[in-house]
């Protein structure tokens, strides 16, 4: 079992930054790939960005690729999500997963936080 816990969503104007950070415990994450998804009201969960735990490659979504970059800190067990140049349609609960399959797909993923909710005023 690996438990994943969001957090450092928040408030932020447009044009701003936030960086989230999920923080994974229980089993160790090797083999795994970790990602970050949103979801906004009525609409479906999105993919955003994956990094392989083992070797640390990446892979950013299209549409957030220049203001959205992925990172890991092995020691802490700790996943992050920078996000600059935030605008109002990025307003989504975000969500970090891991899993061992597809990793742009939600489908590719075990196991799921809480979410955190990213609020961008205009």
């Known amino acids: 079992q690996v438990q994943l816990v969001e957090s450092g969503g928040g408030l932020v104007q447009a044009g701003g930054s936030l960086r989230l950070s999920c923080a994974a415990s229980?089993?160790?994450?090797?083999?795994?790939?970790m990602g970050w998804f949103r979801q906004a009201p009525g609409e479906e969960r999105e993919f955003l960005a994956t990094i392989r735990w083992d070797g640390g490659s990446t892979y950013i979504a299209d549409s957030v690729k220049g203001r959205f970059t992925i990172s890991r800190d092995n020691a802490k067990n700790t996943v992050y999500l920078q996000m600059n140049s935030l605008k109002p349609e990025d307003t989504a609960v975000y969500y970090c997963?891991?899993?061992?399959?597809?990793?742009?797909?939600?489908?590719?993923?075990?196991?799921w936080g809480q979410g955190t909710q990213v609020t961008v005023s205009s």
């Open positions: 997963a891991a899993g061992t399959r597809n990793p742009t797909m939600a489908s590719g993923y075990d196991y």
């Open positions: 229980g089993r160790t994450l090797g083999g795994y790939a």
